[in-house]
């Protein structure tokens, strides 16, 4: 498919090039018809419906919860990715934040002072959202616990 940044509109239209025919069966029967068959498919690049906002400060007795989500044709997929360096966030959280399974969102627990981590708690994300129709990244969420 062709790819976009950001959201964009992809019209594919398919002509078959089967013509109308007229065909009289030896039979007597009455003619059959053939007729053009027009296959159209719409694609709607990614549109961010829920973004993150630039900057997020939260106590660490609380923790907090990024949601970013995205709509398009195909439905996109939403992940999470370091804005410095565009690496996407994995498993390392360490029970200190996690990508939730059901909506993608960011979550970052409740920790003790002692487990304060920079690399997790005082960096910056961004949430990207990529379908075969385009992909479109948010602006850059700043976190600070």
């Known amino acids: 498919g062709e790819k976009t940044q950001g959201p964009g509109l992809l019209l594919s239209i398919t002509f078959l090039t089967q013509l109308p025919s007229c065909v009289q069966m030896s039979s007597g029967s009455p003619p059959s018809y053939s007729h053009n068959v027009v296959e159209s498919i719409i694609k709607l690049g990614p549109s ?34 370091y804005a410095d360096g565009g690496l996407p966030l994995g498993g390392e959280g360490n029970g ?50």
Request: proline fraction near 10%.
């Open 96 to 145: 200190l934040r996690e990508i939730l399974a059901h909506n993608q969102s960011l979550k970052f627990y409740p920790f003790s002072a002692l487990r304060f981590n920079p690399d997790i708690h005082s960096t910056d994300y961004r949430c990207i959202a990529s379908s075969e129709s385009g992909v479109l990244a948010s602006g850059v969420v700043r976190i600070r616990a």
């Open 48 to 81: 961010l419906h829920n973004e993150p906002p630039p900057i997020v400060y939260f106590s660490n007795d609380t923790g907090t919860v990024l949601d970013c989500s995205a709509h398009g044709t195909p439905p996109p997929s939403v992940k999470w990715i």
